[in-house]
C-alpha cells in the first residue's frame, strides 16, 4: 500500500523571474552541490540542531531564519526520524535544467528514488547563491515520499539506457526481432518486428542514432510513478550535442520475470 505524503516544506526568500541558460556547473560537481546540501539537512535533523546547517547557508537565508527557528519549522522531520543518508549511495535526476536567474543565484529541481528506504522518493527544489566564492543555500523545499515497488534511479536510468542501446541496434541492422524478444509479453503480442521497422523507419532514413543518451543526463517531464496496472512511467528528454539535438522519450516498464521490459515507447527527435 502507498503511504501519503509524509512532509512537505518551503523556505522561499527571494521570487525570482528567470530564464533557461546552459549547464552552470559541470554534473558532477552539481551533483555533489546537491547532495551536500541534503546531508548536511538530515544531519541537523538527526541531531536535532540545526546550527551547522545554518552556518553553511547564503547570508540572506541566516537573516531570515535562526538554527532554533529552523528546528521549529522542521520539528516533523525530527518527531518523525525522517532520514535520507542513503542518496550518499545514489545520485539526483533532475526535473529541469539547473538555471541562473536574473540575479545571479542558481535554481535547482529534481529527486532521488532510494533503496530499502523510508521515505525512498526525495524530491527537492534548492536555489543557491555564490558567497566567498561558494553556492550556498538560499531557499529550500523538500518532499518525501514512500512509493511502494518504484525502482531505484540505478535501475531507472539502466532501463532507458538498455532500451536506448537495444533500439539503436535495431535501428541499425533494420532487424526489429531482438528488441521485441526483449520486451514485455503484450508489446510482444501488440506487434511485430516488421511494424516496428515501419515505425521507426524515419530513424532509420535519417541514421538517428538515439544510444548517444548513454552519454547524457535526462531531464524528466515528470516524476517517475507506478501506474494503476503497476507499470513503471518514465517521461523527460535528453539535450545533446553535436549535434544539437532533443531526443523526448515516453517510456513504460513492466515488471517480468524478475526485470523490467518496456511495454510502451514512443521515441521523437527535433
Not at 522561499?12 to 551536500?36: E, G, H, R, Y
Request: aromatic share 12%; charged share 25%; net charge positive.
Amino acid at each position: 500500500m502507498r503511504k501519503a505524503l509524509l512532509i512537505v516544506f518551503l523556505l522561499s526568500i527571494s521570487a525570482a523571474f528567470f530564464a533557461q541558460s546552459k549547464l552552470p556547473l559541470d554534473k558532477t560537481l552539481l551533483n555533489s552541490l546537491v547532495s551536500t546540501t541534503l546531508l548536511n539537512f538530515d544531519q541537523s535533523v538527526k541531531i536535532k540542531n540545526f546550527t551547522n546547517f545554518h552556518a553553511t547557508c547564503a547570508k540572506e537565508f541566516q537573516k531570515n531564519y535562526s538554527p532554533a527557528k529552523l528546528k521549529e519549522i522542521f520539528e516533523k522531520f525530527i518527531q518523525n526520524n525522517i532520514d535520507i543518508s542513503s542518496i550518499r549511495s545514489s545520485y539526483p535526476l533532475f526535473t529541469s535544467i539547473p538555471v541562473i536567474d536574473e540575479f545571479g543565484d542558481m535554481i535547482v529541481e529534481g529527486f532521488y528514488v532510494l533503496e530499502s528506504s523510508v521515505p525512498n522518493l526525495i524530491q527537492f527544489t534548492i536555489e543557491f547563491r555564490i558567497e566567498d566564492s561558494q553556492w550556498k543555500p538560499l531557499s529550500f523545499k523538500l518532499q518525501t515520499f514512500y512509493k511502494e515497488k518504484l525502482p531505484t534511479t540505478h535501475v531507472i536510468i539502466g532501463n532507458i539506457n538498455k532500451t536506448m542501446v537495444s533500439l539503436q541496434q535495431a535501428i541499425r541492422t533494420t532487424n526489429f526481432a531482438s528488441f521485441l524478444a526483449k520486451s514485455s509479453t503484450p508489446l510482444q503480442q501488440k506487434l511485430t518486428p516488421a511494424k516496428l521497422l515501419d515505425i521507426f523507419k524515419d530513424f532509420i532514413a535519417k541514421k538517428i542514432d538515439v544510444s548517444k543518451v548513454t552519454n547524457y543526463h535526462p531531464i524528466f517531464d515528470q516524476m517517475p510513478v507506478i501506474d494503476a496496472a503497476g507499470d513503471l512511467v518514465l517521461r523527460g528528454k535528453y539535450f545533446l550535442d553535436n549535434p544539437p539535438q532533443t531526443i523526448e522519450f515516453k517510456l513504460d516498464f513492466r515488471e517480468e520475470k524478475a526485470e523490467w521490459r518496456i511495454i510502451y515507447i514512443n521515441v521523437d527527435v527535433k
